[in-house]
């Protein structure tokens, strides 16, 4: 019977803090999203932010984008023959990767590496008591730390996503025409024939959500960092986990509120 | 002048300030000493708003801190931190002109550059340092641009944590001297936290020395050799034995 109100107790204790950790982050959030409209604004940090989480990330997405459009196409190919149904190929490579891939995938690839840089990044200003610093200093650490980085990621991912749907279809393409014996023509022509403005569009909507995830999760977790070297490699693991998950739950309720009957 | 009455702060279950009261005049030089972990930093966040006490009322000028205009009661202070807590990615002059070149104390960027050298002069380093990052320049020199970022902006109160920690005591006196001499050229009150007692004889005008989360005794520098007080006596001599409890 002891054992049972040990679990109890356990399971009642991790969903209180769960749900507290919910309510500190939607609090955080709508601080982050209420500083937009008070000034000042620190275009600098924006701007710098713009390069780190925008350009800088382009290439792994870019090369992320390229590999799974040349892979879709292979896996679309082999499981089209079965049904002599080898055309779709440019078709469903382009609303694959549009819609769901694109911005998923390149939503993954940005919170591994722009979450974690944001949280070693704030969370060792903050055990160094940089954070403080810039309070004595009287500037507003979400004003200069996490607004500039949250509002960047927020637009650039939606861009990255978009140059990662091109390369995506490119690297369908070069398989398709190299390795599957399509015309080049007609694999365009198929592309753009059945794609729909929706379907890029969606998922840039859904890129701007999951760059909005990965920098309030970097910034989050960095600014309540634990003490010296464990806590900011607690805080950088925790933000990577967190955005990743969030990224692939906010995914499902995106698709089921874009594309659901 | 800086007041607090009857502070209390507790972080869970560890009690660290107990009822503080203390009181630091305008244009003197207090030091707080104590051993490690009795609540000096806290106090000292307490006063600039960094940390908020659970009960007790701090003021400044009458005024209490939490109410009123943040950013004009923030550019009354300046603050040299324990490791520097110099930012990492600004080369040392913007670190030095930091309130400078953003809100309400902004000027003109050539101007704040011309201030910052000027600053990093009066405190030893030559402009040739100025374009250097923070991580280039060795711990004495962090402390340095620390300091002239602390009085960059000219502020009525400065306060130093711990300001020669992890400096070799060569070093320790450059900087104890040059603290002295900065308070009283600025005419400014400061407040500053340590336990090294070569720093408070340097330093301070006044000593409160806080233990068990209250100032157990406060009075001039020149009355803490004969102050009677078995706590600061141990304190003081660095001596094992004695009311504090010392875990060998």
Known sequence: ?261 | MIELKDVHKAFGNNRVLQGVNLKIETGTSMVIIGGSGTGKSVALKCILGLIHPDSGEITLDGKDVTKGDRDAFLARFGMLFQGGALFDSLPVWQNVAFRLLRGSLKRPKDEAREIAIEKLRRVGLTPEQADKFPAELSGGMQKRVGLARAIAAEPEIIFFDEPTTGLDPIMSGVINDLIREIVVEMGATAMTITHDMTSVRAIADNVAMLHDGVIQWTGAVGDMDNSGDPYLDQFIHGRAEGPIEAVR
């Open chain 1, 1 to 261: 019977m002891n054992w049972i109100l040990h679990l109890l107790a356990a399971l009642g204790r991790n969903v209180l803090s769960a749900l507290a950790m919910i309510g500190r982050v939607t609090l955080f959030a709508t601080d982050t999203v209420s500083h937009l409209f008070r000034p000042p604004f620190y275009a600098r940090e924006f701007g710098h932010a713009l390069i780190q989480i925008g350009w800088l990330s382009l290439p792994v997405v870019g090369m992320t984008a390229l590999f799974t459009g040349g892979a879709l196409a292979l896996q679309i190919y082999a499981g089209g023959s079965r049904f002599n149904a080898e055309t779709v190929v440019p078709s469903i490579v382009a609303i694959g990767l549009t819609r769901e891939l694109g911005p998923v995938l390149g939503g993954l690839m940005v919170a591994a590496r722009v979450a974690s840089s944001i949280a070693a990044e704030i969370g060792t200003m903050k055990v160094t008591e940089q954070i403080d610093a810039l309070t004595t200093l009287s500037t507003n650490p979400m004003k200069y730390l996490t607004l500039p980085r949250v509002l960047a990621a927020t637009l650039a991912v939606p861009v990255l996503v978009g140059v990662g749907d091109v390369i995506g279809i490119m690297g369908g393409f070069l398989v398709g025409v190299g390795r599957l014996d399509f015309g080049a023509g007609t694999y365009l022509h198929n592309t753009i024939d059945f794609l729909e403005a929706w379907d890029v569009v969606s998922g840039l909507i859904k890129g701007a959500a999951f760059g909005f995830i990965v920098a309030l999760m970097g910034c989050y977790f960095g600014m309540h960092s634990g003490r010296g070297a464990q806590g900011v490699g607690r805080a950088t693991k925790a933000a990577v986990v967190a955005a990743s998950v969030l990224i692939l739950a906010s995914n499902y309720l995106l698709t089921e509120l874009f594309f659901s009957a």
